[in-house]
């Protein structure tokens, strides 16, 4: 069985710890990725790491991830609110969903607590700052071991 996990972010995020850091801190995707390859290292996990801000190649993405993923963890940014065709695009494949996002969205304006990512993740985590990305990780693990409860 694949245990490989893509780990999905959507735009803006390459500004990590660059935007706004007083909501997102000051660690960068690159520093996030690091630490999502060690820990994948750590649960025997593959991780194919990706970030854009084209909507059609986060699509693509989860596209490709259905011929050889066995989990996705997404942090869709602005496309979680909007997006019914990465919502599409996630309803296709078989395995495990966490979404990931790094602001605690239920704190913000009103427009942000909509996901419909939400409505195919397996998991949502959201405010745990970038650890959230090692939580969606684990929890992603868990999931393919069939260890989820």
């Given at each position: 069985?694949?245990?490989?996990?893509y780990i999905l972010n959507g735009p803006n995020l390459n500004l990590?710890?660059?935007?706004?850091?007083?909501?997102?801190?000051?660690?960068?995707?690159?520093?996030?990725?690091?630490?999502?390859?060690?820990?994948?290292?750590?649960?025997?996990?593959?991780?194919?790491?990706?970030?854009?801000?084209?909507?059609?190649?986060?699509?693509?993405?989860?596209?490709?991830?259905?011929?050889?993923?066995?989990?996705?963890?997404?942090?869709?940014?602005?496309?979680?609110?909007?997006?019914?065709?990465?919502?599409?695009?996630?309803?296709?494949?078989?395995?495990?969903?966490?979404?990931?996002?790094?602001?605690?969205?239920?704190?913000?304006?009103?427009?942000?607590?909509?996901?419909?990512?939400?409505?195919?993740?397996?998991?949502?985590?959201?405010?745990?700052?970038?650890?959230?990305?090692?939580?969606?990780?684990?929890?992603?693990?868990?999931?393919?071991?069939?260890?989820?409860?």
């Amino acid at each position: 069985m694949s245990r490989l996990v893509y780990i999905l972010n959507g735009p803006n995020l390459n500004l990590l710890g660059k935007r706004q850091p007083e909501i997102y801190g000051h660690v960068t995707l690159a520093d996030v990725e690091a630490e999502c390859r060690a820990l994948a290292s750590e649960l025997k996990l593959e991780i194919k790491f990706y970030q854009s801000n084209r909507e059609y190649e986060v699509i693509d993405w989860i596209h490709a991830a259905r011929e050889d993923a066995a989990g996705i963890v997404i942090n869709p940014a602005a496309f979680t609110h909007t997006s019914l065709a990465i919502l599409d695009a996630l309803n296709t494949f078989e395995g495990a969903v966490i979404e990931v996002h790094i602001s605690n969205v239920h704190k913000r304006e009103a427009f942000r607590h909509h996901s419909y990512v939400s409505l195919r993740a397996d998991g949502v985590i959201a405010g745990c700052g970038t650890q959230g990305y090692a939580l969606g990780l684990r929890r992603a693990g868990q999931i393919i071991d069939g260890k989820a409860a």
